[in-house]
């Protein structure tokens, strides 16, 4: 149980009975998505979780830089060809309405609008100051509330934070929850602007790296953020879907050299919201995530709104466990790769002789490594300085060795935040 489980929470997760099996299959973080979550609804999951365990990792998504339909919008199905017109500020029942104030002023005819994960694909035909024309490209269903991408347009969004984002950082920190998923992350900036806006709150970031502007921009944000997420669904969206394989292996390598957990998301095991049993495919995803050395898996709608969210943790927990034993790694991440990147990125001194030891055999086969920290979480000013402290165990986890590691700490909050790391285990003391 080294690879880490991150299960979505909704509707098929809200029940203490399915909580209780999700933990005992495997499941090591709670996420909850902030698009559908107020603050009332952050104090019900947390409360329901840490009835099950107060051991359980807390983690919220912002929306970010995301154009979403409108709730209200009538669900609509098109034949090939047929056109549909959206607005961003729709007046008439026919016209779909969107949450992005620029949608008319963004576009042009020509660009293609992809709703849904790219499920529906349409392409602009007409552009006026009211709203767009868009044809069907193929036949499809456009369901209310649903993601909107606009891979040949260039958006406008200015400010660094939403105001909704703001209204959902604001509820991640009161309410008390661990890792904060920033969305859309662009730029160096972006992540600035959220470390000054959260100052000293008690909540890792993770990067949401999900379109070509932070593809292009990750060597300057990883050394900023806690961790990252690549979420293959919005990446095969926003670039072309042929690149995602490349994508997904060069981000990989990228956490790996700034020791940054990382996080494989999107579609893991998709078919499972109404099977007991994977894809084959998904079954070879699952197990090539261990191989590229992700920290963890996020499941998504397979436990937010799954028939079988239990199951679908047990089903993955097996598979990584398998695969785990395996210790077939991908041969770019040797052991002198990890030393080379610990030399060009690792910021505390102890890092260095810590994991130099962990490469002697000897003592990979008598001895783990424990770290005790005796203080809680409110003894960092920052998480910056939390994780500062931790990093040794950031790099023994890249290590990938048959090492017990081992975090005790009075802090329940504290042993939360190294849930995320491959083969580290928290003990409340």
């Not at 949450?99 to 994960?117: C, H, N, P, Q, S």
């Not at 950031?394 to 935040?417: C, G, H, M, N, W």
Request: net charge neutral; proline share 4%; glycine share 4%.
């Amino acid at each position: 149980m080294k690879t880490k489980i991150i299960a979505t929470i909704g509707p098929s997760t809200w029940h203490i009975a399915t909580v209780r099996k999700m933990y005992r299959y495997g499941m090591d973080i709670a996420r909850i998505n902030a698009s559908f979550a107020d603050k009332a609804e952050l104090e019900r999951v947390k409360k329901l979780y840490h009835k099950v365990s107060p051991l359980i990792t807390m983690m919220v998504d912002t929306v970010g830089f995301k154009i979403r339909l409108d709730k209200t919008n009538p669900e609509i199905s098109l034949k090939k060809g047929e056109t549909v017109k959206i607005s961003s500020k729709p007046t008439k029942d026919n016209v779909l309405g969107l949450d992005y104030a620029l949608f008319e002023k963004d576009t042009r005819v020509g660009d293609r609008i992809l709703i849904d994960d790219g499920l529906v694909q349409l392409k602009i035909t007409a552009v006026t100051p009211e709203y767009i024309e868009a044809k069907a490209l193929t036949s499809c269903t456009i369901k209310k509330g649903k993601t909107l991408a606009l891979p040949d347009s260039h958006l406008s969004f200015t400010d660094a934070i939403s105001e909704k984002d703001k209204i959902n950082i604001d509820n991640a920190m009161a309410v008390g929850y661990d890792y904060l998923n920033i969305s859309f992350v662009r730029n160096i900036q972006d992540i600035r602007a959220i470390r000054q806006y959260i100052g000293s709150a008690k909540l890792s970031i993770i990067a949401k790296v999900e379109n070509g502007e932070g593809i292009q921009s990750i060597d300057e944000v990883l050394p900023y953020v806690d961790a990252l997420m690549i979420p293959r669904g919005d990446l095969a969206v926003e670039t072309p879907f042929e690149n995602l394989p490349i994508i997904q292996k060069e981000m990989a390598i990228k956490a790996a050299q700034f020791g940054k957990p990382v996080i494989y998301a999107s579609q893991i095991l998709d078919s499972m919201k109404n099977n007991r049993f994977p894809l084959r495919a998904e079954i070879s995803d699952l197990g090539n995530a261990v191989f590229d050395r992700a920290d963890a898996i996020m499941l998504a709608q397979e436990t937010a709104i799954g028939a079988y969210p239990a199951t679908t943790v047990q089903t993955a927990r097996k598979i990584l466990d398998r695969v785990e034993t395996s210790f077939s790694l991908d041969p770019l991440f040797t052991d002198d790769f990890i030393l080379e990147t610990l030399s060009q990125s690792a910021k505390n001194p102890k890092t260095k002789e810590i994991v130099e030891k962990a490469l002697q055999v000897d003592y990979q086969l008598a001895n783990g490594y424990k770290f005790s920290s005796p203080y809680g979480l409110d003894t960092y000013k920052t998480m910056q300085e939390f994780w500062y402290e931790l990093e040794p165990l950031v790099y023994l986890s890249k290590l990938r060795k048959p090492l017990t590691i081992s975090f005790e700490s009075p802090d329940a909050r504290a042993i939360r935040q190294v849930n995320l790391l491959y083969g580290v285990r928290g003990k409340l003391v």
